[in-house]
């Protein structure tokens, strides 16, 4: 039974460039949510996806957009990569919407602006 | 606003020995979930154990075990027989609708 996976595990941008992470759900999940944790930080929840929506959202702005198919795979999109937003990206996957239930999380991509 | 924190920083305990880390939450809300997830240096984020506020009897899952005050809004951990393998970040969160995280206590075991 394959985990919660997340591609790619490292990624290097310029200021200005845009970012498409990705994430594959636990099998039999069907919510995703996406956190940003940065160095010596917990993390900070971005959004949430449940059927192809996004039923949630943190305190990020609009440069953050993401994306949910059919098979409950998810992407995260951000535009116009600011240094700040280096940082760690986890996803994490649930059944059902909403945050009270248990979140198994992937390896997370580690995105580094310069 | 919904906050969690955790005091500790960092704390070193030897092998075998029992460790708490500390946890307060800041809500208005009556029904909740508070997790407690572990974040070894490899990264993965892993649920230790998770406990539901409406539920008074505290939560055990094999060597952790929790203390839960509700009055009070606070929910340690506490590991018993540490190992070298507990040696991580450890994250309390607290969820109604966002997980909202702590900063994270640093636990290292010892030899």
């Known amino acids: 039974d394959a985990g919660v996976t997340q591609s790619p595990t490292h990624l290097i941008k310029t200021r200005g460039q845009q970012v498409t992470l990705r994430c594959s759900p636990k099998?039999?999940?069907?919510?995703v949510s996406w956190y940003q944790q940065a160095l010596g930080q917990g993390p900070q929840f971005i959004f949430q996806?449940?059927?192809?929506?996004?039923?949630q959202r943190g305190n990020f702005p609009d440069r953050f957009s993401g994306h949910q198919f059919p098979n409950y795979s998810s992407e995260l999109n951000v535009n116009a990569l600011l240094l700040g937003d280096s940082a760690l990206y986890l996803c994490a996957s649930s059944f059902g919407a909403g945050t009270q239930e248990t979140q198994y999380f992937g390896p997370g991509t580690r995105l580094l602006v310069l | 606003a919904q906050t969690v924190t955790q005091s500790q920083p960092e704390m070193s305990v030897q092998e075998a020995e029992t460790v708490t880390l500390s946890c307060t939450y800041d809500t208005s809300e009556n029904n909740y979930y508070l997790f407690w997830y572990k974040q070894p240096p490899s990264r993965q984020m892993i649920l230790v154990i998770r406990?539901?506020?409406?539920k008074q009897q505290n939560a055990t899952e094999n060597r952790f075990s929790v203390n839960f005050q509700k009055a009070a809004k606070s929910f340690s951990l506490k590991i018993s027989d540490s190992q070298l393998g507990d040696t991580a970040m450890y994250f309390c969160?607290?969820?109604?609708?966002?997980?909202?995280w702590g900063a994270g206590t640093k636990l290292i075991i010892k030899p």
């Open positions: 996806y449940y059927e192809e929506e996004e039923r």
């Open positions: 406990q539901e506020a409406y």
């Open positions: 099998s039999g999940h069907d919510t």
């Open positions: 969160a607290f969820s109604n609708y966002q997980l909202i």
